[in-house]
């Protein structure tokens, strides 16, 4: 069992370009989470997603942040005309189950470092 | 809303020395708790969870905590700390919702192990 993979660990743009970053979940896995770790702070939830739905994306940002699940591949993190302040390290996480049937443990990737220069 | 403190940002200890890291949690009803370490460049690891019963709960790593809903606390001990233990250690309160069992997380609080 490979784990959440994802890619790429580290990523470097230009202020103004667009940043991508993927995520795979464990296998057998259909929930998605991601999080964002500022520097010296803790993670903190930005998106929840299923396969081809959003359910909850009260932590994103609202501007140039989106995020995509397809039914085939990976879960995509898009930010757009990137900046400074986007610098940070992006968790995955995934689960196998839905909230309805109890807690869930989340299990995480080794996160995607952006810097933005 | 649910919220996490973790009033300590830096703890430092000597090898073989006994640890506690706090944390404090803010919720309605009965949270679930967990414990996660994160090494320096690496993801998180799950160290222990807390949904409910016994509140005493053993994880892995010789690392325990206690959940006392009256000080709304969940500390994470270990009796004799290791130099392998120095890392990041992040609190978490999840909710069973109907929307998703999202996470929120305390601000981490970083161990150095001294020999």
């Known amino acids: 069992n490979a784990g959440v993979m994802q890619n790429p660990r580290h990523l470097v743009r230009r202020r103004g370009q667009e940043a991508r970053l993927r995520c795979s979940p464990m296998k057998g896995h259909s929930h998605v989470y991601w999080y964002r770790q500022l520097p010296e702070e803790g993670l903190k939830f930005m998106v929840y997603l299923q396969k081809e739905n959003i359910i909850d994306e009260s932590g994103m940002p609202k501007e140039r942040f989106s995020a995509e699940f397809p039914k085939e591949g990976p879960s995509i993190l898009r930010i757009q005309q990137v900046v400074r302040g986007d610098s940070a390290a992006y968790f995955c996480?995934?689960?196998?189950?839905?909230?309805?049937?109890?807690?869930?443990?989340?299990?995480f990737g080794a996160g995607s470092r952006l810097t933005v220069l | 809303a649910q919220s996490v403190t973790q009033p300590d940002i830096h703890i430092t200890v000597s090898e073989g020395a006994s640890l506690e890291l706090r944390c404090n949690y803010s919720?309605?009803?009965?949270?679930?708790l967990f414990w996660y370490v994160q090494s320096p460049g690496q993801g998180l690891q799950l160290l222990l969870k807390y949904f409910s019963g016994d509140t005493l709960v053993q994880g892995i790593k010789g690392f325990e905590a206690e959940f006392k809903r009256s000080q709304s606390s969940f500390n994470l001990r270990k009796p004799s700390v290791h130099w392998s233990d120095a890392a990041e250690y992040f609190c978490?309160?999840?909710?069973?919702?109907?929307?998703?069992?999202?996470?929120?997380f305390g601000a981490g609080t970083i161990l150095r192990v001294k020999s």
């Open positions: 996480a995934s689960s196998p189950r839905d909230s309805h049937s109890g807690a869930n443990v989340l299990t």
């Open positions: 919720y309605g009803a009965t949270p679930y």
């Open positions: 978490a309160v999840g909710a069973n919702r109907l929307n998703g069992n999202k996470l929120v």
